[in-house]
């Protein structure tokens, strides 16, 4: 092998090499801000916690019971603490992480693309917090308020049941909840971006509904828990989301459309066959009057 082609090879893995490394030092920032928060939120594990039982607290108040949660295994309250400290650890280090993501991607994009891809970023945690909010304040109350139902004041004979929830069966389903429509609100940005790359359109979303509706339904039955309750309202919010996604790719596709207009490198595929099938007929009318 000459010189020529080895300083070729390494001109051309020097680029790598130096994203590589500013991958590196953006992942441990990152990982170090995590660990911070993780801490932070650790030394108050304990109101973080007591502020997720306010659902399941206002309505066993309301029932005029007590609000009490009980450790079934010895090691629970210390799982319950490290799973809290993790989560909320993630939630408050995500702003920092993102950003560390956008330094590391902004510098490969055309001005262009930084505008178009810069919404979408800072859409994405805000509909996540949306959607956690709502299943917080809206979902979880009518959901424990229909759980809690079930319960029975032993009158006459009848056998008393009453509430005694496990702390980390609690915590783990109200993680599931606040998940589930997290993510699921992450749709019409989803959407929106493919939308906005050309991956998809309006007419082929409308056209694939019914496909989505069966698609919905089934997310629905695997991240909610097992009653039909709140898999109907995650139903309903979803599809909420997939018809706006709809109406949001519609104005993309029309601003899309009006500024190649003004560019002048819109073409219409109606148009185009239109003018195709003109020719088409010219060419057999000159056809049959060379035949005749």
């Known amino acids: 092998m000459s010189q020529a082609d080895t300083d070729q090879i390494d001109d051309s893995s020097a680029p790598l090499i130096e994203h590589l490394a500013e991958l ?3 992942l441990i920032r990152a990982a170090i801000a995590f660990v911070i928060c993780v801490f932070a939120c650790f030394y108050v594990w304990n109101p973080i916690y007591n502020y997720l039982t306010q659902p399941i607290c206002a309505e066993l108040v309301e029932r005029g019971q007590n609000c009490e949660l009980i450790l079934i295994k010895l090691q629970e309250g210390f799982f319950i603490a ?4 993790l989560m909320g650890g993630f939630g408050l280090a995500f702003p920092f992480i993102s950003y560390q993501l956008w330094r ?8 262009s693309e930084k505008s178009a891809f810069l919404p979408f970023m800072l859409a994405s945690p ?8 709502f299943a917080f304040y809206v979902v979880m109350p009518l959901a424990y308020d229909f759980f809690l139902n079930f319960q029975q004041a032993g009158q006459g004979g009848e056998v008393d049941i009453d509430f005694q929830g496990s702390a980390g069966e609690y915590l783990s389903l109200t993680i599931t909840f606040i998940l589930a429509f997290g993510l699921c609100f992450q749709l019409p940005v989803l959407l929106s971006l493919l939308g906005k790359a050309g991956l998809v359109s309006a007419a082929g ?4 509904r019914k496909y989505a509706v069966v698609a919905i339904l089934v997310v629905a039955g695997i991240v909610t828990p097992p009653d039909v ?4 309202i995650l139903f309903v919010v979803v599809y909420g989301l997939y018809e706006v996604s709809i109406q949001i790719v519609k104005r993309i596709e029309k601003n899309r459309e009006a500024r190649m207009r003004a560019d002048g490198t819109w073409f219409d595929p109606d148009e185009v066959d239109w003018d195709e099938d003109e020719d088409d007929g010219e060419d057999d009318g000159e056809g049959e009057e060379a035949k005749s």
Not at 82 to 85: A, D, G, H, L, V
Not at 126 to 133: K, P, R, S, T, V
Request: a positive charge; charged letters at 15%; zero cysteines.
């Open 229 to 232: 309750f709140t898999q109907v």
């Open 24 to 26: 590196r030092t953006r």
């Open 126 to 133: 805000f509909m996540f917090f949306a959607g956690a909010a």
């Open 205 to 208: 979303l409308i056209a694939v």
């Open 104 to 111: 590391f991607v902004a510098p490969g994009l055309y001005k």
């Open 82 to 85: 490290i799973r809290i400290s």
